[in-house]
């Protein structure tokens, strides 16, 4: 993956995401820090990936080299939705907008809608809650209906949203 004259970055405020994230990749520069203060130089980015957080677009203006892509990946509306019907009495539906576009800097050049099922054992199931808010959000008694299954398919779906930096 690594290009010797392209460097790598990504950016979390979770320490222990980014500890576990270096000893996976070494190519890959990991700093804790947030997006409302990216910690770049003005025009000094090729790319901007948000990947399920919410993007500051004023950072990713300053950041971004003109002519430039940011890609945002979301979760849609029936992400994780078996998991969710496990964990939660009930569901409120609702369209996932973390990341309302509010720059005229930017246009949408592209948009994909991934949908794809994976079949997740127990072990794995704990470690995808984990992963997400829900875990923070369910009862003792909801995290337990989930670690008692065996395995379960899960529906991923996410949106990927490009787009391309306006200024010269």
């Keep these: ?12 405020i979770s320490k222990n995401g980014m500890n576990t994230a270096a000893k996976l990749s070494k190519e890959i520069s990991w700093i804790v820090g947030t997006n409302n203060k990216l910690p770049y130089h003005d025009n000094s980015v090729d790319l901007v990936i948000s990947v399920f957080s919410p993007i500051k677009w004023t950072e990713s203006e300053r950041v971004l080299k003109p002519n430039e892509l940011v890609i945002v990946i979301n979760p849609n509306r029936d992400h994780l939705m078996e998991m969710k019907k496990v ?9 996932e907008n973390r990341n309302e576009f509010d720059s005229y800097n930017f246009s949408k050049v592209d948009r994909k809608i991934i ?8 072990e794995e199931l ?4 984990l992963m997400t808010p829900h875990y923070w959000m369910t009862t003792k008694e909801s995290k337990e209906n ?6 379960l398919d899960v529906g991923i779906e996410v949106i990927i949203d490009v787009y391309k930096n306006k200024i010269n």
């Design 126 to 129: 704990k470690d995808l809650l």
């Design 115 to 122: 949908k794809e099922t994976i079949y997740l054992k127990k």
């Design 87 to 95: 964990i939660y009495p009930s569901i409120i539906e609702k369209e």
């Design 1 to 12: 993956m690594a290009n010797e004259n392209i460097g790598y970055y990504g950016i979390d």
């Design 146 to 151: 989930l670690y008692a299954l065996d395995s």
